[in-house]
């Protein structure tokens, strides 16, 4: 029979450059993954594992254009406990950006108001001599100001020198009006003056208040939820053993964790086996139905479960996985909910045994062996071995006449091939490797029935037991 391929290996196999034409044997996946990208649809995909749905998820995400808004959470000085958020687009970044404040004016440090550089650490209160605001003791021997504060200070009197402070405010007289200066160390020689008019041009968030991002704008548009805990899916406060003690604490801001319902904002979040997730099933139905949801601390007795961020947006595109026979153990409002902005599809387990779908398990493992960058591309003989196990485990597998399109054991199948290639120096894939990876990868279940015959033997064997029957009295004891 003549060979189906025109090739003489998978290196001359062209392989489309969208992952979306990647996807093989799953035509109608593939015309709903465009509907679902430009509409922003939900799909739930049902079927076995290993039928190519992750990669459906993925194709989505291809399709979609990058990000537009980063999210941070920013220094509440009045509430630390309830951090501002502030969703940001590129075009409001760069604007802020362009608009950044003047400097303000530097002066060097004998030109200011002495108790200014005293308190900034530049001036020594005993000499009145100038030095590094970063040298706590001034070259006559005398503390500057005191070091390596400690939550209990404030409780200790008569310390002599005082504690170094980032910046002083004061105030002046203009044309007859009383206006705020603040005065800050600029290096070690000089200081800035911000008068009120620069002051208020300020970016507030941008730059009075220190900020967390919790999603930037380079982000990822696909991102895989397992749903191992809470945490993980929704996002967390980090505990913090100081209690967010202003001095030796770490501020509650900055402890903030985003989810991956939050990393998935303008993109896809695909949860593989959504059963798995429980309970946390109905945590994803609200941040689908309200497309924000909040962060706070998971754990009551860290000190993350007083901090609350309220309305982080996660406007996400669900895809979803299942097995057919775990439909039933899915939240029905969740099903619900998909099925209301979006789609169910069965996922196909076999292709028509043609010569165009033999052509697309070529490309198939030209794909594989370029993904893997391990093993040999395949001759045409070694890819006529795996179309043969393909037709073989659809009949024995879905029986059904075709191909199958299992194509996760396929895949263990090609790389277990390429690795007998390596260990013989070979340069290609070849159909003796391909037969030898399909007799060694069989499973564990089929190696046991062919070495013992049973289950029950090979557990007898294990015990060291005979398997013979004993066939009177005397062979007993």
């Known amino acids: ?149 400690g939550p209990f200070d404030d409780l200790v009197v008569g310390l002599g020198a005082p504690e170094r402070e980032d910046s002083v405010s004061t105030t002046r007289i203009m044309a007859g009006r009383e206006e705020l200066v603040v005065f800050e160390r600029f290096d070690d020689r000089m200081v800035r003056a911000l008068d009120s008019k620069e002051l208020s041009k300020l970016d507030r968030s941008d730059t009075q208040l ?15 939820a397992t749903g191992a805990s809470e945490t993980e899916l929704l996002g967390d406060v980090r505990h913090d053993p100081y209690g967010g003690h202003y001095q030796i604490g770490t501020p509650p801001y900055s402890r903030v964790v985003a989810g991956s319902v939050h ?17 946390l099933q109905r945590h994803l139905l609200t941040a689908m139905q309200e497309r924000k949801f909040p962060i706070t601390g998971r754990n009551a007795s860290s000190t993350g479960a007083s901090v609350r961020v309220d309305s982080v947006p996660c406007e996400f595109i669900l895809v979803a996985a299942v097995n057919t026979s775990d439909l039933r153990k899915i939240l029905s409002p969740l099903r619900s909910r998909i099925g209301g902005n979006g789609y169910e599809l069965l996922i196909n387990t076999v292709m028509p045994d043609t010569e ?59 790389k277990m091939a390429g690795d007998w290639a390596v260990s013989d120096s070979a340069p290609l894939i070849e159909e003796k490797h391909v037969k030898l990876a399909i007799e060694r990868g069989k499973p564990v279940e089929e190696q046991i029935m062919g070495r013992y015959g049973s289950a029950y033997k090979a557990a007898m064997s294990d015990w060291g037991i005979s398997n013979r029957v004993p066939t009177d009295d005397k062979n007993i004891g």
């Open 1 to 149: 029979m003549p060979s189906p391929f025109d090739f003489d290996d998978t290196s001359s196999v062209k392989v489309p450059s969208s992952l979306l034409e990647q996807v093989i044997g799953q035509e109608e996946a593939v015309r709903l993954a465009r509907v679902i990208a430009k509409q922003r649809r939900h799909l739930l995909l049902v079927g076995p594992p290993g039928t190519g749905k992750s990669m459906v998820a993925q194709a989505i995400s291809s399709l979609l254009s990058k990000p537009t808004q980063e999210v941070s959470v920013l220094h509440n000085p009045a509430k630390p406990e309830r951090p501002f958020l502030e969703v940001r687009t590129r075009a409001q970044i760069e604007e802020q950006g362009r608009g950044r404040p003047p400097a303000g004016l530097t002066m060097p440090v004998e030109q200011a108001p002495p108790f200014v550089t005293e308190r900034l650490g530049y001036r020594c209160h005993s000499c009145n001599r100038y030095s590094s605001p970063e040298a706590q003791l001034c070259p006559c021997g005398a503390e500057k100001f005191r070091g390596g504060a």
């Open 263 to 279: 990393e998935a904002h303008e993109g896809v979040l695909f949860v593989d086996e959504l059963v798995a997730l429980g309970r």
């Open 356 to 414: 165009s779908n033999q052509q697309k398990l070529a490309q198939f493992v030209a794909q594989e062996v370029r993904r893997d960058s391990r093993i040999p591309h395949a001759s045409s003989a070694a890819v006529e071995a795996l179309v043969g196990e393909a037709r073989r485990r659809a009949k024995s597998v879905d029986h059904s006449s075709g191909l199958t399109l299992r194509l996760r054991s396929l895949s263990g199948i090609l």
């Open 210 to 224: 220190p900020r967390n991002i919790l999603l930037t704008l380079d982000r990822p548009t696909f991102v895989q």
